[in-house]
């Protein structure tokens, strides 16, 4: 079936620092990608997206592109700040249809002064 | 816009008993999504449904129930609730549009805590 594998948190960095957090998945076919952001006590929202192999998804200073070669949707940013401290989920979109999601285990960021 | 309503926000039940969790959503919405987070294991699927009085079983539907007999509502019961089922659960609804790149939208979760 599908999988989703993320890097592993915490991930600790200092504010303006490069972020970068990695993703691969197995999907049968093309899969439209996701990442999803989880502020403390929030639900989750969509961060950015793709659909097709070498689309580039973007929002809020951060951008991902579908790799279909290495299957493949690393998240990154050039410079972050503390208030993008959170936990961030990679969710490829299942082949099966009904729009269903496939979560990674999530990624907490926590970026410091 | 309201968006994706989730009612309890929180609760705690005892072992054996039985609740109901209540999502609604305003956007006329399709598709229709329960999960449940637990720590390190990000989003699992419980139940799903893909219009109105149509439901079916996710990744992990053992023990919930759901029933969607308006469109914009979906509901998750727990019949007797277990110690396991302490978790927090979220509702999410997706435009049906071309499925394949419709992004889901989450309410705020309800946090649930079986003793």
């Known amino acids: 079936g599908d999988s989703v594998t993320q890097m592993e948190g915490p991930v600790t960095l200092s504010e303006e620092a490069f972020l970068t957090i990695n993703c691969t998945y197995t999907?049968?076919?093309?899969?439209?990608l996701f990442w999803y952001v989880q502020y403390p006590g929030e639900g989750l929202q969509l961060l950015l997206k793709?659909?097709?192999?070498?689309d580039k998804g973007s929002n809020k200073g951060f951008e991902a592109t579908y790799r279909k070669e290495t299957t493949s949707f690393h998240l990154e940013k050039g410079s972050v700040q503390v208030s993008d401290s959170a936990v961030y989920f990679c969710?490829?979109?299942?082949?099966?249809?009904?729009?269903?999601?496939?979560f990674g285990a999530g990624t907490q960021v926590v970026v410091t002064p | 816009n309201a968006g994706v309503t989730q009612t309890p926000k929180f609760r705690v039940l005892k072992t054996g008993q039985s609740m109901t969790l209540l999502c609604a959503q305003d956007?006329?919405?399709?598709?229709m999504y329960w999960y449940r987070q637990d720590p390190g294991m990000g989003l699992r699927l419980i139940h799903y449904?893909?219009?109105?009085?149509?439901?079916a079983k996710g990744e992990v539907p053992d023990g919930y129930n759901v029933s969607r007999l308006k469109k914009q509502n979906f509901l998750l019961g727990l019949e007797s609730a277990a110690p396991s089922q302490t978790s927090v659960y979220f509702c999410?609804?997706?435009?049906?549009?071309?499925?394949?790149?419709?992004?889901?939208?989450f309410g705020d979760g309800t946090r649930l805590s079986i003793l």
């Open positions: 969710a490829p979109m299942t082949t099966d249809s009904w729009g269903k999601l496939q």
């Open positions: 449904s893909v219009g109105e009085g149509t439901t």
């Open positions: 956007m006329n919405h399709e598709y």
């Open positions: 999907a049968t076919g093309y899969p439209s």
């Open positions: 793709a659909t097709k192999a070498d």
């Open positions: 999410a609804s997706s435009y049906r549009g071309d499925y394949s790149n419709q992004p889901q939208h």
